[in-house]
């Protein structure tokens, strides 16, 4: 079992993460919380350019065919720098779907326009605020049409379609709907992270095509959220990283009483477990990323343990980070603050840590009976 990277593997996480340095995307994300913008368009553009989009897309649709892990690798930078683009719920979410579960019509209709940044998407699940199950979802599909509400759908100003969890009379599906279609309504909700916008949509006799069956819709979210776990953990190491490092300059820069502050035990202590979450975070995102680049029947494990540990790690390095710049780190002039914003924006967007303790939890007993 090797658990690292390829030097291909590597270098493409090497030059992601000079082109969103060059790009200072961190003042990028402050400019869109300073404006009325939920996302930046150019950079957006930029990252469509590069082809990451299409890092997924087999080759027949136009895209890269390479595997999950060299997204893993993007991921990890997207999560350092912050980057206001809509990749997670495009690409994570939207794209794998379609990939996994879409017909061959629907796949050459929209894979190629993913890779060119004509089609941006998006997933639609949540409808109130407890946690979305297959038995509380009330929005309903029939004859492919849909009628209902979907709320803190991320990024859907910018996205041209969504696919929406729905009932039908069988059980649950997942919908295919072009948001430009009549019917559809789209409100802006408020959000802790502005540089991610999240909106709520209404559906009102919607046309929608069906992506699997109308049955096993539920099941196959399940699947989706399992293998998109192992990213977002990825953007949370990400994130966990940079506001580590941020507060161990800072800790060598900062003088108190003649000496830097991080000699002080205090600020030593916070570091250290810092580092040792971080650390622990990064081992199961490895794990999990080798699980989910194999197919291994260990993925809802491996992905709900990344899940549970990249979560821990990223509130806790940026909260601590903040702890650690003192009063300063309670100002808007630092960058401390959009590390805590994502923090709880990326800890909530497929399912609260108690959501995914529980998953592990389930995962463990189902091994365990096995």
């Known amino acids: 079992m090797n658990l690292d990277f390829s030097d291909d593997q590597k270098f493409l996480q090497e030059e992601a993460r000079k082109f969103l340095e060059k790009e200072n995307s961190i003042s990028r994300n402050r400019s869109v919380l300073e404006s009325n913008n939920k996302v930046d368009k150019e950079l957006w553009n930029k990252i ?5 989009t299409g890092i997924r897309i087999p080759e027949q649709y136009d895209g890269l065919g390479l595997g999950h892990l060299e997204l893993c690798v993007v991921a990890e930078e997207l999560g350092r720098f912050l980057a206001p ?12 779907a379609i990939i996994n579960f879409a017909n061959e019509d629907i796949k050459k209709s929209i894979l190629p326009k993913l890779v060119t940044g004509e089609v941006v998407g998006t997933f639609a699940v949540a409808e109130d605020l407890t946690a979305p199950t297959k038995e509380n979802i009330a929005l309903s599909s029939e004859d492919n049409l849909i009628n209902g509400k979907k709320i803190a759908v991320p990024d859907a100003e910018i996205a041209t379609h969504v696919l929406v969890v729905a009932k039908t009379k069988q059980g649950t599906s997942i919908q295919l709907v072009d948001l430009s279609a009549k019917g559809v309504g789209v409100e802006h909700q408020e959000n802790i992270d502005e540089s991610r916008g999240y909106f709520s949509i209404s559906f009102d006799n ?10 096993n ?3 196959l979210y399940e699947s989706i959220i399992n293998q998109a776990a192992v990213l977002f953990s990825y953007e949370q190491i990400g994130g966990s990283q940079a506001a580590l490092d941020m507060a161990i300059n800072y800790a060598q820069e900062r003088y108190a009483f003649g000496r830097p ?3 002080f035990q205090a600020i030593k202590h916070k570091l250290a477990d810092m580092y040792i979450a971080l650390t622990l975070a990064k081992s199961n995102c490895y794990y999990a990323a080798w699980a989910l680049s194999t197919n291994s029947a260990d993925l809802p494990t491996a992905s709900a343990t990344a899940r549970v540990s990249s979560t821990k790690a990223f509130q806790l390095c940026s909260k601590e980070n903040i702890q650690t710049h003192g009063g300063n780190g309670f100002t808007w002039e630092y960058d401390c603050h959009l590390f805590y914003r994502r923090s ?3 800890s909530l967007n497929i399912g609260s840590l108690s959501n995914w303790k529980e998953k592990l939890v389930t995962s463990l007993e189902q091994s365990n009976l096995n």
């Open 344 to 346: 709880k924006l990326l």
């Open 206 to 215: 919607v046309q929608s095509e069906l992506i699997g069956d109308d049955i």
């Open 85 to 96: 683009v809509p990749f997670s719920s495009s690409v994570y979410l939207f794209t794998e």
């Open 217 to 219: 819709g539920w099941d």
């Open 261 to 263: 502050i991080g000699s």
């Open 48 to 52: 469509v350019d590069l082809g990451w």
